[in-house]
């Protein structure tokens, strides 16, 4: 089992940026893909984001072209920059852990076996 931490959430004015980390435990790190979700109250969790092992990334449309994965092997940690934010990106943001698969998997839930607690980032208007 992978324990996953998130941090970097915050409150942000549209437009503007914040980046995500999400830090993990254990030596199987560099071998797993790694996803970003959100949830936005009311709504279902939704893919936004993911890295494979050999670091190809995937993302959901809504994000593309503003929204940056990546991960650094040697901390364990990977990162989500987001860019030019806006006030539908509101939602707590969690970071998930998952054995590598086909890529079409990596943009579902089931697909990933450990999940972080999650980190409320808000963007004003």
């Known amino acids: 089992q992978v324990q996953l931490v998130e941090s970097g959430g915050g409150l942000v004015q549209a437009g503007g940026s914040l980046r995500l980390s999400c830090a993990a435990s254990?030596?199987?790190?560099?071998?797993?893909?790694m996803g970003w979700f959100r949830q936005a109250p009311g709504k279902e969790r939704e893919f936004v984001a993911a890295?494979?092992?050999?670091?190809?990334?995937y993302y959901a449309d809504s994000v593309k072209g503003r929204f940056t994965v990546s991960r650094d092997n040697a901390k364990n940690t990977v990162y989500l920059q987001m860019n030019s934010l806006k006030p539908e990106d509101t939602a707590v943001y969690y970071c998930?852990?998952?054995?590598?698969?086909?890529?079409?998997?990596?943009?579902?839930?089931?697909?990933?076996?450990?999940w972080g607690q999650g980190t409320q980032v808000t963007v004003s208007s």
């Open positions: 998930a852990c998952g054995p590598p698969q086909s890529a079409s998997y990596y943009y579902t839930i089931g697909a990933y076996d450990d």
């Open positions: 254990g030596r199987t790190f560099r071998s797993r893909a």
């Open positions: 890295i494979s092992w050999s670091s190809s990334t």
